[in-house]
């Protein structure tokens, strides 16, 4: 199968399950909403040592928001319920409260509850306030610059983790552009982020290392200054790989990115340098889920 | 849906707790004829004092007619719609826990006294002890929300412990006194001793020429986030009630009641 010249090679993605939620960071003013999400979501590429995977989802208008100011939607992934719980409180706490005009809002109507204010509402010291309205509490923690609004819980949902596609690229360049290009169309598909930095990942990891420390090591079969060196999946005139991994609710979502992302990526073509898109797996034993490339592509939206 | 109409009511105060949607909306004609009133020993059958029409199985219940010497209806309210046409006794809608009651005419006392949830309109104009508590108990209101178009009497939202009261014209003396929790709106003029003995909770008083009493201390004038928030949930019950809240854009707030626990407050419009 080709795409505009790219040979989209007949491989897939293996994802696993996740636990999920969607928080809605609002301030006074866009600038310092997307301040708070973007501190809120950073140090959030991968759960191998971050604790969890976080990104902005979107942004949101005020008329889309709990409290009628512009705001951001984030998603926070992780591998269990407690390590969830704890990265919310840290990153809540350090990143949202901490940010001037802040206001924080479960961003799900459903799911398990997990606390949000619940738990930071004792940063008020005794002066902090509640408020019920119909179903929903929520917590007024006294701040140097007002009040710090944040709900009492937020929601959380199953997910899926680790979707991904490679580019595989004749130069750093080409691959860069491509990569680029397929992260600005899979920032409008709703429900996923891509954690890494501009939704990109260099250092695509295997699992293991010879050092046994180390759970995760560099991709070498997909590093191009050790073809030859090592059973590398390379053909000679690849020059440069560049990996984007995607974290969606649900595995339509992921689907619909990686479709999304792959047109955009195949969009310069052969001539502009592209050659081949293909996808990470463990031979499909590890993770649930499984996005076939090829059939996400002739399809539309698919997984497993 | 039942459409009870008054036919001859009992002279003096009657119980008429057993007016609930939901109950009446499982028995047929007969049954429902034969059903008492209320919970006394002596109760009157809901035949002896309405005319009854019984249409499909929709738990709603009209009652058309002046029953205002009837105390309770829709106590304890689990589900369904309760409408009245004309005025409501005492203990209307007390310890109701949800559904939706609504009175076009006015109301005696006690209004949601002790009620867990649910919506309760009032077209009209209330009595004294409205979302308070029902006599023996520790704390008002507990949940559900109040909406009242016209005059609320004395001791709105006495003890009340969660839950929002909306009074749109004035109100009488002490209102949310002894606020354990919960919101109270005061579009018109407020009464003497707003909040004495307040711990918790939040008045809003539209009015700008209103002091609040000696236990009540400045903090200043703020825009509170949380005045959107209530904004937005008022708009879902009666949007224009929830446009009377952009009096409350920017707030003068006042936290007391000092002689307790100092954390309520009353928040009035900023001119």
């Not at chain 1, 759970?215 to 005139?237: E, F």
């Not at chain 1, 649900?250 to 195949?266: F, H, K, L």
């Not at chain 2, 002896?48 to 738990?59: E, L, N, V, Y």
């Not at chain 2, 005059?151 to 009488?172: N, Q, S």
Request: with cysteine; hydrophobic share 40%; charged share 20%.
């Amino acid at each position: 199968m080709k795409l505009n010249g790219v040979f989209i090679e007949d491989s897939f993605a293996e994802a696993f399950p996740m636990k999920a939620t969607r928080l809605i960071v609002t301030a006074a003013n866009r600038t310092w909403a997307m301040h708070a999400a973007v501190a809120a979501t950073g140090f959030a590429t991968s759960v191998i040592a971050c604790g969890c995977e976080a990104g902005i989802e979107r942004e949101m208008k005020a008329a889309e928001t709990p409290d009628g100011r512009p705001g951001v939607s984030i998603l926070l992934f992780a591998t269990s319920t407690k390590e969830l719980t704890r990265q919310i409180q840290n990153r809540v706490g350090q990143c949202v409260l901490t940010s001037p005009t802040s206001a924080c809002f479960s961003g799900m109507a459903e799911g398990d509850p997990l606390p949000l204010g619940k738990t930071l509402r004792f940063f008020g010291d005794g002066y902090q306030l509640s408020k019920k309205f119909g179903k929903n509490r929520y917590w007024r923690v006294p701040v140097m610059d007002g009040e710090f609004l944040i709900e009492d819980i937020t929601r959380m949902t199953k997910a899926v983790g680790g979707g991904n596609f490679l580019i595989l690229a004749e130069s750093q360049q080409a691959a860069l552009n491509a990569s680029e290009l397929a992260v600005t169309a899979m920032r409008k598909v709703p429900e996923v982020i891509m954690p890494f930095p501009g939704g990109v990942v260099r250092s695509g990891s295997k699992v293991g290392s010879k050092y046994k420390t180390l759970p995760a090591s560099t991709n070498d079969r997909y590093c191009p200054t050790l073809k030859g060196v090592v059973d590398s999946a390379l053909s000679a005139d690849v020059g440069a790989v560049l990996e984007i991994v995607i974290d969606g609710l649900t595995a339509d979502a992921i689907s619909e990115a990686t479709r999304v992302g792959i047109r955009a990526a195949c969009k310069p073509g052969r001539a502009g340098g592209i050659l081949a898109i293909t996808a990470g797996n463990y031979g499909g034993n590890l993770g649930p889920y499984h996005f076939k490339l090829r059939e996400i592509l002739a399809s539309g939206r698919r997984s497993r | 849906m039942i459409t009870l109409k008054v036919k001859q009511l009992p002279s003096g105060l009657t119980d008429a707790g057993n007016l609930q949607p939901a109950t009446l909306g499982t028995l047929d004609a007969s049954a429902l004829a034969r059903h008492p009133l209320g919970n006394t020993p002596c109760s009157p059958s809901i035949g002896d004092c309405f005319s009854i029409k019984s249409r499909g199985a929709d738990p709603i219940l009209l009652i058309e007619g002046d029953t205002h010497t009837l105390t309770g209806i829709g106590r304890g309210m689990q589900a369904g719609v309760l409408v009245v046409e004309g005025d409501a006794g005492p203990e209307t809608g007390a310890a109701m826990r949800a559904g939706e009651l609504s009175i076009k005419g006015n109301t005696g006392d006690l209004l949601g006294a002790g009620m867990r949830g649910g919506l309760i309109r009032v077209q009209g104009n209330t009595g004294n002890w409205i979302g308070a508590a029902l006599p023996g108990a520790v704390s008002g209101m507990r949940g559900g929300s109040i909406l009242i178009q016209g005059y609320a009497g004395d001791r709105v939202a006495d003890r009340m412990r969660r839950g929002l009261i909306v009074v749109k014209g004035d109100t009488g003396a002490a209102a949310g006194a002894q606020m354990l929790a919960g919101t109270l709106v005061v579009l018109g003029k407020p009464g003497a001793a707003i909040g004495s003995g307040m711990r918790r909770g939040s008045i809003l008083i539209r009015d700008a020429q209103f002091a609040p009493g000696a236990g009540f201390v400045h903090t200043g004038v703020h825009a509170l986030g949380i005045i959107p928030l209530l904004r937005g949930y008022l708009a879902g019950l009666d949007p224009r009630l929830a446009r009377a809240l952009r009096a409350f854009t920017r707030v003068d707030r006042f936290a007391g009641d000092r002689g307790c626990s100092g954390l309520g407050e009353v928040l009035r419009a900023a001119l």
